[in-house]
């Protein structure tokens, strides 16, 4: 009965976004309209739409097994990335509307030249497909719990779930179903699951060790991997091709910033709000290993019943959904825009189909969700944030197209082999990253501004 159920409801509620998705094709009128929705997005849809990209995968399921596992330290996960995106509204997100371009390696290649765009795109592109990968990843951990069908059956249909609908209506399907998305989040997640657990489990939290709940660091996560989390959230969330087509997607640059600023005041909810989950978690489903804590979050929903966990849970699959549609587009936009040079919806569609498919075999490589995290977002931070944040301020930084190159290339690949080394001497891939990404920076730069040619 249970499963029944909540199958149904899921079905009823996917086949509702690919009913959007099929409307939303209606307004694709031109290139213009698939990537960016026309440039005709106002405060609310905007809001709704950036809050749903950037709460996903690392906002819910991996913070909920990092916590579960290493107590509160874990938070810093969120609290870097709602943090990238109030400094984001406050700096660069006019900057970014600006430059009506369509996509972020073509802000590169208008702020650095050809060489620096190439390099910015590829990277994009491979970081992108493993955030896809994470939020295949994240589904699955919610549908294995909630239906008896095996890992493997589950990846690949929410793969092509997360490719149909992107498909079918480009950047107007990702913003009307992301509407429909965060509504459905804020009441399965904020409203209801986090404060029905938290009184659930509240007159036990003092069961929890006083580790766990030690902040800003513990036992588990000293100052390091604490610094490592920070900063791996929180530069994405300053500099993020997913984040910059919502942006570039804004009816004018006022609303690009204050979007943005009321998307990181909801990112801090909903990081409390998964706090609370996970913390209940310990509480109600206590001794999960490593392997399986990741389903620590569905498992505690699952207490509080069938009928309200399956609707609690589908606001789970929203989140997940409405991260990984942001991101296909943003890719496959990429993809047409910077590597093909030309703005051509089938390109584009390819992409989608490719890039998703691509993640799969990535999900199945990467079993575990905290690894894919690490993974997508150390050789994203690492290789190209901080030439990019270099290269609006060039008028002070008198960063060179030269320094930006071996930033990117540098920063991304170092990063890269230092995570496959397992991070060496306990330094984070990150960190090192950074430090490898700002030489060149500081090193090739010329004493007056470089002459660049725009891409």
């Not at 092509?160 to 009441?187: E, H, K, P, R, S």
Request: hydrophobic fraction near 55%; include cysteine.
């Amino acid at each position: 009965m249970y499963n029944e159920l909540t199958i149904s409801l899921l079905l009823v509620y996917l086949a509702a976004l690919m009913t959007i998705g099929l409307l939303s094709s209606k307004k694709v009128k031109d290139a213009k309209g698939f990537f960016i929705a026309g440039r005709s997005l106002g405060f609310l849809p905007l809001t709704a739409t950036i809050t749903a990209t950037v709460v996903g995968g690392s906002a819910t399921i991996a913070t909920a097994k990092l916590v579960y596992l290493n107590g509160l330290p874990a938070l810093w996960l969120d609290i870097g990335a709602a943090l990238g995106l109030i400094i984001l509204s406050l700096t660069l997100a006019k900057m970014v509307r600006k430059t009506k371009l369509f996509s972020l390696a073509e802000i590169v290649g208008h702020l650095f030249n050809k060489k620096v765009r190439n390099v910015a795109a590829v990277l994009i592109i491979l970081t992108q497909i493993a955030w896809i990968s994470l939020l295949i990843q994240g589904t699955s951990a919610i549908l294995t719990v909630l239906v008896p069908i095996d890992y493997t059956s589950v990846l690949i249909f929410i793969t092509i779930i997360f490719i149909a609908y992107t498909l079918i209506g480009g950047q107007f399907a990702v913003v009307y179903t992301d509407i429909v998305q965060f509504i459905v989040m804020i009441i399965g997640v904020c409203i209801l699951a986090a404060p029905l657990l938290f009184l659930k489990t509240a007159p036990f939290i003092g069961d929890i060790s006083t580790n766990h709940l030690s902040f800003p660091i513990n036992q588990n996560l000293g100052l390091l991997p604490v610094l490592s989390f920070f900063f791996m959230m929180l530069m994405p969330n300053i500099v993020g091709p997913d984040i910059y087509s919502k942006i570039l997607s804004a009816k004018d640059e006022k609303t690009a910033k204050f979007a943005t600023f009321f998307s990181g005041i909801f990112r801090i909810i909903f990081a409390i709000s998964i706090t609370l989950i996970a913390l209940s978690a310990i509480i109600l489903v206590p001794g999960l290993s490593q392997a399986e804590a990741v389903f620590a979050l569905p498992k505690a929903i699952l207490t509080l019943g069938p009928v309200l966990a399956g609707i609690i849970l589908a606001a789970f699959v929203s989140v997940m959904l409405s991260s990984a549609d942001s991101v296909l587009i943003s890719a496959s936009t990429i993809l047409s825009v910077d590597i093909f040079k030309k703005k051509n919806i089938k390109i584009s569609r390819v992409g989608i189909i490719c890039f998703g498919l691509v993640a799969l075999v990535l999900a199945f490589y990467f079993n575990d969700i905290v690894q894919t995290l690490q993974l997508a977002y150390t050789i994203f931070t690492a290789g190209l944030t901080l030439p990019i944040i270099f290269g609006f301020y060039k008028q002070k930084t008198k960063v060179t197209s030269n320094g930006a190159f071996f930033s990117l290339l540098l920063g991304g690949s170092i990063s890269l082999i230092w995570f496959f080394l397992n991070n060496p001497y306990g330094i984070d891939a990150v960190i090192i990253g950074l430090i490898v990404s700002l030489l060149p920076l500081l090193i090739l730069r010329e004493s007056t501004n470089e002459r660049n040619n725009p891409a």
